[in-house]
């Protein structure tokens, strides 16, 4: 299975900023996924991103708030933009590969 | 379109009884399901997973679970519970067969376990 390394692990952010959140993945991946997990809810997909092509995101998830990147097969990232209190949530990617999951980023909007 | 429902939100069960944490999915093709655990303040770990092969799917930490096409179900069971398997569980399906790898998540049932 793919390992994932997923950075930063936490973090605190003051409201209308932007946080962008990395993923790398040991092995070339065709797809990867970044999902949100709201505090004590189920996780939730935001979007998908295959490389060299626009990502593709789920029903209520625009691409002017979380704007995604995929350079290469090996690496994605996610960005949060313009911050307010309800993003504070923990944010995942993952691969289709044995399914694993990146660490998560913990992030609190103050 | 796929979807699961976890039919308990909170099971709470005695250190050495057993554990039964019920999964029903939708699916319009051949599905491929999973378990996953979350700890507290720990990431998402795999427990096991179904691909069309074997019906009854073992894991790790002595859990399993049996695929019931016919039920729709797949539910995770363990003999005896310990203390360290107290946590947050997720269903989860995906039809890679629709060409979907997307994983569609249940709510989650939190595991208590009494000393």
């Known amino acids: 299975s793919a390992v994932i390394s997923q950075k930063p692990s936490r973090d605190i952010c003051q409201r209308g900023t932007s946080l962008t959140i990395q993923c790398q993945v040991d092995s070339q991946v065709t797809m990867m996924f970044w999902y949100r997990q709201q505090p004590g809810q189920s996780l939730t997909l935001i979007a998908t991103a295959n490389q060299g092509s626009e990502a593709t995101y789920e029903s209520g998830f625009v691409i002017d708030k979380f704007p995604i990147s995929r350079p290469n097969l090996t690496f994605s990232t996610l960005t949060v933009s313009n911050m307010s209190p309800e993003d504070s949530s923990i944010y995942l990617c993952?691969?289709?590969?044995?399914?694993?999951f990146g660490s998560g980023t913990r992030l609190t909007v103050v | 379109a796929q979807s699961v429902t976890q039919l308990d939100s909170h099971v709470s069960v005695s250190e050495g009884t057993p554990v039964l944490l019920r999964c029903n999915y939708s699916?319009?093709?051949?599905?491929?399901l999973f378990w996953y655990v979350q700890h507290p303040n720990k990431g998402l770990q795999l427990l096991l997973k179904?691909?069309?092969?074997?019906?009854l799917v073992k894991g790790i930490n002595g859990f399993e679970a049996e695929f019931k096409k016919s039920e729709t179900s797949f539910h995770l069971t363990k003999p005896s519970a310990h203390m360290s398997d107290a946590a947050e569980y997720f269903c989860?399906?995906?039809?890679?067969?629709?060409?979907?790898?997307?994983?569609?998540f249940g709510k989650g049932t939190k595991l208590s376990v009494i000393p």
């Open positions: 989860v399906v995906s039809d890679p067969g629709a060409g979907s790898y997307q994983l569609t």
């Open positions: 699916s319009s093709y051949s599905p491929s």
């Open positions: 179904y691909t069309s092969a074997a019906t």
């Open positions: 993952s691969v289709e590969q044995g399914y694993t």
